[in-house]
T-cell receptor, first 114, second 114 residues
Framework: AQSVSQHNHHVILSEAASLELGCNYS??????LFWYVQYPGQHLQLLLK??????LVKGIKGFEAEFIKSKFSFNLRKPSVQWSDTAEYFC????????????FGAGTRLFVKA | DSGVTQTPKHLITATGQRVTLRCSPR?????VYWYQQSLDQGLQFLIQ???????AKGNILERFSAQQFPDLHSELNLSSLELGDSALYFC?????????????FGPGTRLLVL
């Protein structure tokens, strides 16, 4: 069955540290990839998405993600995190192989210490 | 605020009962998605509607049903409730339900089955 794996369930960083959250998926073929974020007390919202073109995608709030097809990965990065980045981050994938149903990873809770 | 509204915010009910969750999509969006988020299963896709018609089905139990009405709001009906149905139920909407589109999420309905 198709799946999306997020390697870290919890990450704790100090402000100004660099962030990389892993995401791997099991679909073959063409995929559409998303990172969503849920800030405390708020709804899920899109950070960035990739479906074609430059595999390095830039999103809001200084986040970026790199699609590496050979590794079935779409890792999220930020060079310097802020306290306000404390949130839960979800990787999501849909693909023709899965009938284009969006599958979410389990999420990574990021806590940034001020 | 994503523009997607969900009612009620919280719902407490007993096993064996039936409840209806309501979702109003963003103005202009034709497609609605339902997701279930539980502690052990993460965010699971249930079902998608586009302009009143079912478009995709995920891990939705037979006890659950949904529909999208002519005014584009959607309802998720959960019947013969079990303890394990306790979860956060999210609705999302997108413009035309295409796989590359951003989904805009509502605040969720928290269901507790006692």
């Amino acid at each position: 069955a198709q799946s999306v794996s997020q390697h870290n369930h919890h990450v704790i960083l100090s402000e100004a540290a660099s962030l990389e959250l892993g995401c791997n998926y099991s679909y073959g073929g063409t995929v559409n990839l998303f990172w969503y974020v849920q800030y405390p007390g708020q709804h899920l919202q899109l950070l960035l998405k990739y479906f074609s073109g430059d595999p390095l995608v830039k999103g809001i709030k200084g986040f970026e993600a790199e699609f590496i097809k050979s590794k079935f990965s779409f890792n999220l990065r930020k060079p310097s995190v802020q306290w306000s980045d404390t949130a839960e981050y979800f990787c999501a994938v849909n693909a023709r192989a899965g009938g284009f149903k969006t599958i979410f990873g389990a999420g990574t809770r990021l806590f940034v210490k001020a | 605020d994503s523009g997607v509204t969900q009612t009620p915010k919280h719902l407490i009910t007993a096993t064996g009962q039936r409840v209806t969750l309501r979702c109003s999509p963003r103005s202009g969006d034709l497609s609605v998605y339902w997701y279930q988020q539980s502690l052990d299963q993460g965010l699971q896709f249930l079902i998608q509607y586009y302009n009143g018609e079912e478009r995709a089905k995920g891990n939705i139990l037979e006890r659950f049903s949904a529909q999208q009405f002519p005014d584009l709001h959607s309802e998720l009906n959960l019947s013969s409730l079990e303890l394990g149905d306790s979860a956060l139920y999210f609705c999302a909407s997108s413009a035309s339900g295409e796989p590359k589109e951003t989904q805009y999420f509502g605040p969720g309905t928290r269901l507790l089955v006692l």
